[in-house]
């Protein structure tokens, strides 16, 4: 039996265009995934997150179904124009009931809610008038809606974190164009990159000053990483996976531990990557409390010769400003992503993150895969989804025994949901949903995860 200490929190996550629906309800505004979702071409078959799982009309039923699987905690985001419907100004009273009773319904079934400011539905008006994170004044206006949020929730909720995967809103919304905004360019990512930690910092110290003081909470950055191995063993490679983890992982985390931007990233990106002002540094360094990660996939790094495949940028970003080769190893089994199922590369990831930042706290806040579930008979088995958490569990458990500080786990996600630009096509969850009739029904791995929880380990 591998077990776990007794204070390891054991949850899920979800966010909220994924699951929320009521676009247009409860005075909530237009995010710039309502319009990107919209927009013809953007997602899969046009998949949008108009309606979803309707969690916004049924999270009674949802929290009800968390409480059966024996979670002791729930990660869901805010939804910032539902809060601030043109991202400015008063808030949203509709809004701010909503998720009160959210947070009071988890309480009540004695689960703890873990609350994300932001997992990418920018209000729209902001984008619109202000170019989105491109604009250094967005900073002020996420301070300001976070400000919002600790006072309305404050008293309740004691888990914050500020952006979940600023990597993929920088990268992908305004570098690569697959996520709302869909902008493509070699620069902007790295300035929306900048604005989105000047926003994190803003938005910690004040709560560090007006709230933390008496509502004793704790407020994090949750950054997203995959690990990179050395294809060979040559130093040439080794470096590259360096490299690799450095433009990943090190562009968000190492302002926030050391107050600058990896030295390997100035070197190369030169006038792109915006600089930092004393001041900035001081309130970027220490901004966080513990380490968030979100983990899900290993690839293969090695030097390139200048010719990068598209399977680097989708998976590492622009390759060409890193001079990293990503590849996958053939015999390794992927998920309906295509990710490669490496629970060792977490393992790895993890003792990286301890060496590099001092041995924080860590909570691995979203971890899990996308299989081909099918519903037969009123049940759904999932053999590899229970195969997939029980290796990434595994190697948590390893880390632990190595003395790395982990402190929780929640996979992703809770039930199946709108997957961004793959739309409906993907299914994450341990729970099924039948997005005609809008029935859940917990898998297999649900039982197994309730197991776990309630074993605190592994069999």
């Not at 994924?18 to 710039?32: D, F, T, V």
């Not at 500020?162 to 902007?188: D, F, I, Q, V």
Request: hydrophobic content about 35%; aromatic content about 14%.
């Amino acid at each position: 039996m591998k077990t776990f200490p007794q204070s390891f929190v054991w949850g899920s996550a979800a966010s909220s265009y994924q699951i929320e629906g009521a676009w247009q309800e409860g005075g909530k505004g237009l995010s710039i995934w309502d319009v990107f979702a919209h927009t013809p071409g953007k997602t899969l078959g046009g998949h949008t997150g108009d309606v979803t799982t309707d969690h916004f009309h049924r999270y009674k039923e949802d929290v009800a179904l968390m409480a059966d699987l024996g979670l002791q905690a729930y990660r869901f985001s805010i939804s910032w124009p539902r809060i601030q419907p043109d991202g400015r100004g008063k808030p949203n009273p509709e809004g701010i009931r909503f998720y009160s009773e959210l947070i009071d319904t988890l309480l009540k079934h004695n689960i703890t809610p873990w609350i994300a400011l932001y997992h990418w539905d920018l209000p729209v008006s902001l984008q619109m008038e202000f170019d989105g994170w491109l604009n250094p004044g967005i900073a002020d206006f996420f301070a300001d809606y976070a400000a919002i949020c600790f006072e309305a929730f404050g008293d309740r909720v004691r888990n914050w974190l500020t952006l979940n995967e600023p990597w993929c809103s920088a990268m992908l919304g305004y570098g690569l164009g697959l996520h709302a905004p869909g902008r493509h360019s070699h620069s902007e990512p790295y300035l929306a990159g900048h604005h989105l930690l000047l926003a994190h910092a803003r938005a910690v110290d004040r709560y560090r000053r007006d709230f933390q003081p008496h509502q004793k909470g704790r407020i994090a950055i949750c950054n997203n990483c995959d690990w990179r191995e050395p294809l060979t063993g040559s130093p040439q490679d080794r470096a590259a996976a360096q490299r690799a983890l450095e433009f990943f992982l090190g562009w968000f985390a190492d302002p926030v531990y050391s107050g600058d931007y990896p030295a390997v990233m100035r070197q190369r990106l030169g006038e792109r990557l915006p600089c930092f002002t004393d001041q900035q540094r001081e309130l970027l360094k220490g901004s966080s409390d513990f380490f968030a990660l979100n983990h899900y996939t290993t690839m293969l790094a090695s030097q390139s010769n200048g010719q990068i495949t598209s399977e680097a940028y989708s998976n590492g970003g622009i390759g060409d400003d890193q001079l990293v080769q990503l590849s996958s190893d053939p015999t390794w089994v992927k998920t309906d992503m295509g990710w490669n199922v490496v629970p060792w590369g977490l393992r790895k990831l993890l003792g990286w993150i301890h060496e590099r930042y001092q041995a924080p706290e860590i909570f691995i806040t979203e971890n899990g895969c996308a299989m081909p579930d099918q519903c037969v008979g009123g049940t759904v088995a999932d053999p590899d989804r229970i195969t997939f958490l029980n290796g990434y569990i595994g190697a948590v458990h390893e880390a632990l025994a190595a003395g790395i500080d982990v402190k929780g786990y929640f996979v992703w996600s809770f039930m199946d949901n709108f997957e961004w630009a793959e739309g409906f096509s993907k299914r994450f969850g341990m729970t099924y949903v039948d997005y005609a009739t809008g029935q859940r029904i917990p898998k297999k791995s649900a039982q197994w995860y309730a197991n776990t929880i309630k074993n605190n380990g592994l069999k």
